[in-house]
């Protein structure tokens, strides 16, 4: 009996190890849109986060393809966004009225927290 209580222990543990080294498979993409005239911070723009599909590295300038939007957010009063996603590479692309579009290139590693602040450029009239 007490052979077999003591395999069961085993096991447990064993179990338990496992599922904590399986960890989390995401990170978290932070961040506050300000605008870049004045340094305020702009509520209600709208972040979208698109899947990767195609990088190419080429000299003086990287080109990259988006794919579907994966998120849709608004910012919060304070300007602020959060969202958590899988390891991956992303675009993160920030809009508002009368402010010029920004687009960050970025890759979300496991349990990474990365902090993507974005200033918005008043729009041409």
């Given at each position: 009996m007490r052979?077999?209580?003591?395999?069961?222990?085993?096991?447990?543990?064993l179990i338990i190890v496992s599922l904590s080294s399986c960890g989390?498979?995401?990170?978290?993409?932070?961040?506050?849109?300000?605008?870049?005239?004045?340094?305020?911070?702009?509520?209600s723009a709208?972040?979208?986060?698109?899947?990767l599909?195609?990088?190419?590295?080429?000299?003086?300038?990287?080109t990259y393809q988006?794919?579907?939007?994966?998120?849709r957010l608004d910012t919060g009063p304070n300007g602020t966004y959060s969202?958590?996603?899988e390891a991956n590479p992303y675009?993160?692309?920030?809009?508002?009225?009368?402010?010029?579009?920004g687009s960050i290139l970025t890759e979300v590693k496991k349990g990474q927290r990365i902090t993507l602040d974005f200033s918005l450029t008043p729009s041409s009239p």
């Open positions: 052979k077999h209580l003591s395999s069961y222990i085993l096991v447990f543990l989390n498979t995401t990170g978290i993409i932070q961040g506050t849109v300000t605008r870049a005239d004045d340094g305020q911070p702009v509520a709208r972040v979208h986060v698109y899947a599909e195609k990088f190419e590295e080429v000299t003086f300038m990287n988006k794919g579907p939007v994966l998120h969202v958590t996603l675009v993160v692309e920030v809009q508002a009225p009368g402010l010029d579009t």
